[in-house]
Structures are given as structure tokens and as C-alpha cells.
């Protein structure tokens, strides 16, 4: 993050649309606790595979390196 304070989006984070909005608003990470409750452990996988189509990346598993990524990716 380069010194940076990071901003994470939570709150209506159901889609990976949602989290590319959060995202390009300029959030580090995005936090998907109600959707995760409503949706089930899935969404995570769900919104991790579409927003690799979103961002025209390579497809990342929802752990500890995928924050890595996406960090370097925003």
C-alpha cells in the first residue's frame, strides 16, 4: 500500500459489480459480511470469478493471496 492508509468498502456488497463500483470509488478491499450472511459462503467464490471477468484479470481464489492481487491490481 506504499505508506497509504487503506479504505475498505463495506455494506451492499452482494455482486461483483457491487465490489468493482467499491473498488473503482477507491477501496483497498472490499468487505461482503451482510451478503456473506444472506448469500452464503459462495458469494465469496461468486464475486471473486466474476470481478476477474470485470477487471480483464486472471481469476484469483478468494484467501490471503487474493487480497495481495487485488491490492496490486487498484
Known amino acids: 500500500l506504499n505508506g497509504q492508509i487503506p479504505i475498505i468498502a463495506s455494506g451492499g456488497i452482494f455482486t461483483a459489480e457491487d465490489a468493482s463500483n467499491k473498488l473503482n470509488a477507491g477501496a483497498t478491499l472490499v468487505q461482503v459480511w451482510t451478503g456473506f450472511v444472506y448469500e452464503g459462503p459462495a458469494i ?5 470469478s466474476k470481478l476477474s471477468e470485470i477487471l480483464k484479470m486472471p481469476p484469483v481464489q478468494p484467501s490471503s493471496q487474493a487480497k ?5 491490481h487498484v
Open 68 to 72: 495481495t492481487l487485488w491490492a496490486e
Open 44 to 48: 465469496v467464490k461468486n464475486i471473486c
